[in-house]
Structure formats: C-alpha cells, structure tokens
C-alpha cells in the first residue's frame, strides 16, 4: 500500500534560518503530493502540492519538487519566521484506476519551532 | 472564501455513548471525507463518501462507525458506542473535482 515518511523532528531553527523537512513516499501509481501545515488548535490547512513528475509547488516562500527518480517531495524554505512554527505534513493521494477516491496518505508530521 | 465547518470543537463523552460529529463542507463539493488524529500520532483516513454512499473505508471504520450525508448539506460521523482509544481529533474534509482536500477546524473528542 501506499505510505509518506517524514523527516524525525521536531524541529527547531533560529528566524531567517534555512528550512528543510524530508519527505518520500511510496505509492503503487502515480500519486499527486502535498504539504499540509497545522498551526496551533486549528486545522489541515493546504500549503502546496504538485501533480505529477517534476512539478514545483510553492506558496507563502514555501517550495517542494516532485522527484519521482527519488520519490521524494522534501519541503524547503530559504528564511524561516516566528510565524512559521507548526506541524508539517506531507501527504500523498491517488487517484488512479478508478479504485481511490483520493483518499490522502500522511506521514506522521514534522513540528517546526522557529525562535527569535 | 468558502470553508468547512465543524460541530462540536470539543465532545466529551462517556465509554459506551453514541456521538455525532457534524461537518458542513463546501457547498459545491462533491467527496467527503473523515480523518483522524489521536494525539501525537499521523493523520489516518477512515472514509470517503461520494454520491450518496461510502466509496473506501479503512479498516478503522468498522461496524461502530457510520457516515450520513441527510440533508445535502450536513456529513456526519456516528460512533455507535466509543471505546477509550476513539479519543482523538476528528477532521472532515472535502473537494469537489481537482485533487486537494479542503479541511475543517476539527472536533475533539474526548471518551471517559
């Protein structure tokens, strides 16, 4: 079956540090990728994704590439801030065959904490 | 910008209860979905739902659980008698035709 496996955390960085969370995944067809991000006593909120090989999703300064060569779909971002502490998630869903109705597949999250 | 909304935030509820969560996705979506996380755990799907009846269920979703969409509007979790280890947060979601889920705020369910 399918499966997303996050980098250990939590992780920690001081403001305007570089930010990497790795993420790969396994998947039986060709999924579409996602990170997700979790502030505080709210909810999933969608921060990019991309659909297929390739493929660059960004948002907020946010980026990830879609390498299938590696499976993998590691989040990055060049300046990290305060506001930027939360759970990352990526995830993965397929939707191929016509047997998944794109059910979403995480991995088991990344807490990020940036200090000051 | 339109959202999903979910009812209770917070259920707490004793071992052996009924609970409903409500969930009123986005008006023109057509999936719909329950997730959940217990604490300090991953994200895990128990179900999708689409035209009216269950399209995939995990093996989470066993015969306590049940999904409704009653009124066109409403999707609704039951848990017919909860167990301890149901206590989690429960997310709903949904999507209508391109790929990402749009999710709610959660409930957190509580069983004593």
């Known amino acids: 079956g399918n499966s997303v496996t996050q980098m250990e955390g939590p992780v920690t960085l001081s403001e305007e540090a570089f930010l990497t969370i790795n993420c790969t995944y396994t998947?039986?067809?060709?999924?579409?990728l996602f990170w997700y991000v979790q502030y505080p006593g709210e909810g999933l909120q969608l921060l990019l994704k991309a659909t297929k090989a390739d493929d660059k999703g960004s948002n907020k300064g946010f980026e990830a590439t879609y390498r299938k060569e590696t499976t993998s779909f590691h989040l990055e971002k060049g300046s990290v801030q305060v506001s930027d502490s939360a759970v990352y998630f990526c995830?993965?869903?397929?939707?191929?065959?016509?047997?998944?109705?794109?059910?979403?597949?995480f991995g088991q999250g990344t807490i990020l904490t940036v200090h000051p | 910008e339109p959202e999903v909304t979910q009812t209770p935030s917070h259920q707490v509820t004793q071992m052996g209860q009924e609970v409903i969560l409500r969930c009123v996705p986005i008006?023109?979506?057509?999936?719909f979905y329950w997730y959940r996380q217990i604490l300090g755990q991953k994200v895990e799907f128990l179900v999708s739902f689409y035209n009216n009846e269950i399209s995939e269920k995990s093996e989470i979703f066993d015969d306590q659980f049940s999904v409704e969409r009653p009124d066109g509007s409403n999707f609704t979790l039951k848990i017919r008698s909860t167990k301890l280890e149901d206590s989690a947060m429960y997310f709903c979601?949904?999507?209508?035709?391109?790929?990402?889920?749009?999710f709610g705020p959660g409930t957190r369910l509580t069983v004593t």
């Open positions: 979601a949904s999507r209508r035709t391109v790929v990402e889920q749009y």
């Open positions: 995830a993965l869903s397929e939707m191929s065959g016509g047997t998944s109705y794109g059910k979403l597949t």
């Open positions: 008006s023109n979506h057509l999936y």
């Open positions: 998947a039986t067809g060709y999924p579409s």
